[in-house]
Nanobody
């Protein structure tokens, strides 16, 4: 069971990036996928989640209206489209999976992808 996060990079403020979380070894259909981020010197923050059972979506207040989470079951991949990026979005972004609906504890974690937003 593996999750592979990708799509990070360096972008100017106001720009966009799309992160991908590809699963291998299991199918994402019945799993909730969450995106988390951790900036230097700060704790981990939940950014967004999409539930596996009913597709419910959740966003942190800090990213509402700017980030969009989606899934492509055919590609076994979840995406995080990030628009209107701000310097405070700079962090390492991880995706994680758990059965069913979004929650507090995730069983599987991918490696992080660095997002750097310059001012």
């Amino acid at each position: 069971v593996q999750l592979q996060a990708s799509g990070g990079g360096l972008v100017q403020a106001g720009g966009s990036l799309r992160l991908s979380c590809a699963a291998s070894g299991f199918t994402l259909d019945n799993y909730a996928i969450g995106w988390f981020r951790q900036a230097p010197g700060k704790g981990r923050e939940g950014v967004s989640c999409i539930s596996g059972s009913d597709g419910s979506l959740y966003y942190a207040d800090s990213v509402k209206g700017r980030f969009t989470i989606s899934r492509d079951n055919a590609k076994n991949t979840v995406y995080l489209q990030m628009n209107s990026l701000k310097p405070e979005d700079t962090a390492v972004y991880h995706c994680a999976a758990r059965m069913g609906i979004c929650g507090m504890v995730y069983n599987y974690w991918g490696q992080g992808t660095q997002v750097t937003v310059s001012s």
